[in-house]
């Protein structure tokens, strides 16, 4: 397995685990503009090492999630800002340019130090 990118969660903003009720989790690189933090999983921005696309695994916590699609600016956006819109869906095609979209259940009990990555 190859680390493509690994970053640790630290902190939540007071609105984040409201989109968890919609299959969505939003993360943002620490630094970001206090109106968009509340609603994202914070977190030490780590390095992108390979590109995002379908059939990669997306891990948070002890959870494994096959990712099934890749929207146009996902990858870009995670690299330049950390942000990255996930959705636990399973659709094989990208609703929004800037979303991954995964398969399986909804994580629960996401906290501060919890490890995010793509691995191929």
Known sequence: MTVIYQTTITRIGQSAPDALSDQMLITFREGAP???????FIHCHGELNGSLQAGIQFELGQHQYPVTAVGSVAEQNL?????ITLRFDGLSEAEFPGTVHVSGPVPDGIAPGCILKFVA
């Open 79 to 83: 690299r330049e800002l950390g942000h």
């Open 34 to 40: 206090a109106d968009i933090e509340e609603f994202c």
